[in-house]
T-cell receptor, first 112, second 114 residues
């Protein structure tokens, strides 16, 4: 069975600072990994996904994530935070033919 | 392109009343369909998923049920709502059109049970 742990339920950064949201996964087979973003009272929007191609994955809105098998991690980063990045972020894992398993989410606040 | 619709967007219901939430997908055929619930501060909980008409898998025992009467229609129901059923309900699809491994979410339904 797969599982996802997101470290930190709430992360606060200053505008222009680095954003780092942490995700560790557990999977008995090579995983597919995803990051989604959710704005208040909206559905989830796909930011990026890793499906065993390049380990560094670039997504929308300037975000990227790096798959590190040795660390079982898939952390999300953005070099410079913008006020519009304030949202909840979810990491998820699957094996390709199973429903996604989500982490509990990390709320990102951006301070002006 | 594919789109997913959910309605209603918001709903306020008394305890003990019935529930019917609808989800439809356009622009693809034979999608996998999913219902999730998001309660405050508790992340996403998978409730049901379906790989075809009439094929429903239940992930969590509760007073909710799901049906898939048509290929691109997924309905979440309850005969008698509980206070604990309050939350944000999200429908999602995956399939060949978008990559079988990737789920795409609808806008959600905010349910408040009073």
């Amino acid at each position: 069975a797969q599982s996802v742990t997101q470290l930190g339920s709430h992360v606060s950064v200053s505008e222009g600072a680095l954003v780092l949201l942490r995700c560790n996964y557990s999977s008995s087979v090579p995983p597919y990994l995803f990051w989604y973003v959710q704005y208040p009272n909206q559905g989830l929007q796909l930011l990026l996904k890793y499906t065993s191609a390049a380990t560094l994955v670039k997504g929308i809105n300037g975000f990227e994530a790096e798959f590190k098998k040795s660390e079982t991690s898939f952390h999300l980063t953005k070099p410079s935070a913008h006020m519009s990045d304030a949202a909840e972020y979810f990491c998820a894992v699957s094996t390709g033919n199973t429903p996604l398993v989500f982490g509990k989410g990390t709320r990102l606040s951006v301070i002006a | 392109s594919q789109t997913i619709h959910q309605w209603p967007a918001t709903l306020v219901q008394p305890v003990g009343s019935p529930l019917s939430l609808e989800c439809t997908v356009e622009g693809t055929s034979n999608p996998n369909l999913y219902w999730y619930r998001q309660a405050a501060g508790r992340g996403l909980q998978l409730l049901f998923y379906s790989v075809g008409i009439g094929q429903i898998s239940s992930e969590v025992p509760q007073n909710l049920s799901a049906s898939r009467p048509q290929d691109r229609q997924f309905i979440l129901s309850s005969k008698k709502l509980l206070l604990s059923d309050s939350g944000f309900y999200l429908c999602a699809w995956s399939g060949l059109a978008g990559g079988t491994d990737t789920q795409y979410f609808g806008p959600g339904t905010r349910l408040t049970v009073l």
